[in-house]
């Protein structure tokens, strides 16, 4: 599939940058044509002014008096035809071939004989009267000649040309294929892994249901552990298709905007009030260290979100008897609030630390799901994080402890303000 969308756009670059070759080649070939009509223009004004000192027009009709010295002059030498016209349009004098013998009034171009002349003529004046016309006819030769040699040039680098841009067609579509690819990727392994994740619940709440209905036949008395496995496991169900909803959520906010603020003191606070009894329950201290006021520019539920997750994990990994801290510092000079969760639980190693935001990983798979949590937790994290414009950092030594940083910008807005 990536491989036909792949040639699908090297085929597309080619295309076009041929075109644009082409183009640049039509565009070239004007500007030339252009450039070389102006400059024989030029030139055919540099000679009229010069002849027209050598032109006698005292007598009864103009004649040239001192033309071979003019003639003689660079410009004049690659001039076709100079001619003088009576007042009436008849031809008195020339030099070099005939050309046309006519005076040519409305025109800059002709053709004679297969060749091109551009003309320029004017009147010759005696006492500020017409006296007769000068006529001056210079072939084009030149200017096809250049305009011609910028197409053959052009199309002999046409085939290099083109092979270059097919060359960089293939690179510039491979670079394009290549995000794409590697989202459909990790696309394709977030719905297998999702899949695989439901389907142990749903396997379970099935085989149980289907255990329920044998006893039930039986008319036995011992429901409550089938009926405790079942809705726990549609718990979990529920859990993870909310985590997938949210997460989903998150992916589609792609810019952060700064419209809320909320003091992250009393998210925290109230946090640790909320976990406080679960850590009594299992034996394992919370403790608040520094907890410093600062306003987030973030929602009170992403902040809960960020902090219910980590203490959760916090718990989940830490032995009765472990301790767990939590610092929240505000530091003025950066602008960034840091909340530090540091627990003396069992660790993660250090290969595993980069994979630990991924959607689904988990560091010991093997763990009973029923038990275990589905990997959810910190790619939720990260994504709120990264919602504040923020980001996690992780360090950990196993069978020692870890420790979560999360680090917020200050908001820029009041405390109170939500997003609209
Ligand atoms: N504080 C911690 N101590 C040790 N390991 C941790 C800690 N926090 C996370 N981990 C490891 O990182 C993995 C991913 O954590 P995450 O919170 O994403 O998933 P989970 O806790 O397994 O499931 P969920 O949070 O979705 O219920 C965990 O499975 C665990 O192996
Ligand atoms: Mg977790």
Not at 89 to 101: A, D, N, Q, S, W
Not at 184 to 211: C, K, M, W, Y
Not at 261 to 279: L, M, N, P, Q
């Amino acid at each position: 599939m990536f491989k036909s969308f792949q040639r699908q756009i090297a085929l597309w670059f080619l295309g076009l940058s041929s075109l644009v070759y082409l183009a640049c080649t039509c565009v070239g070939a004007l500007f030339i044509f252009a450039s070389q009509s102006h400059s024989m223009d030029e030139e055919l004004r540099v000679v009229a002014s010069q002849i027209g000192h050598a032109i006698d027009v005292s007598g009864e009709n103009p004649t040239f008096r001192d033309w071979l010295r003019v003639v003689e002059t660079e410009p004049a030498r690659s001039l076709i035809t100079m001619q003088l016209f009576d007042p009436d349009g008849k031809l008195l004098e020339h030099y070099g071939p005939v050309g046309i013998p006519k005076l040519l009034k409305d025109t800059t171009e002709f053709t004679e004989n297969g060749q091109q002349m551009r003309i320029r003529q004017g009147p010759l004046l005696h006492k500020g009267l017409p006296v007769g016309y000068l006529q001056l006819e210079l072939p084009t030769r030149k200017r096809t000649e250049v305009t011609t040699e910028f197409l053959i040039t052009m199309s002999i680098m046409a085939p290099f040309v083109i092979l270059g841009f097919a060359q960089i067609g293939k690179s510039v579509s491979t670079m394009a294929v290549k995000p794409i690819e590697q989202l459909v990727a990790t696309l394709q392994r977030f719905v297998a892994d999702a899949g695989h994740e439901l389907n142990t619940p749903a396997s379970i709440i099935q085989a149980r249901a289907q255990s329920l209905e044998r006893k039930l036949k039986k008319e036995g008395n011992k429901y409550e552990e089938d009926l405790q496995i079942i809705s726990k496991s549609a718990e979990r169900m529920g859990y993870i298709v909310k985590d997938l909803m949210l997460l989903a959520e998150l992916d589609s906010k792609t810019q952060y905007k700064s419209e809320s603020a909320t003091d992250f003191k009393s998210v925290v606070e109230s946090a640790i009030a909320e976990f406080g009894e679960r850590f009594e329950d299992k034996d394992v201290l919370l403790q608040s260290e520094i907890i410093e006021s600062a306003n987030v520019g973030a929602s009170q539920d992403t902040l809960r979100g960020i902090i219910s997750n980590l203490l959760e994990n916090a718990l989940k990994y830490t032995q009765p008897n472990g301790l767990v801290t939590i610092n929240c510092l505000h530091s003025t000079p950066t602008n960034e609030v840091r909340l530090i969760v540091k627990d003396t639980g069992i660790g993660i190693p250090a290969d595993c630390l980069p994979y630990i935001f991924d959607r689904f990983y988990r560091v010991d798979q093997s763990r009973d799901r029923t038990s275990g949590g589905s990997g959810l937790g910190l790619a939720i994290v990260k994504a709120l994080v990264e919602t504040a414009a923020g980001h996690v950092l992780v360090e950990s030594v196993p069978s020692e402890g870890t420790q979560f940083t999360v680090i917020l910008p200050t908001a820029k807005v009041p405390v109170g303000t939500t997003n609209s």
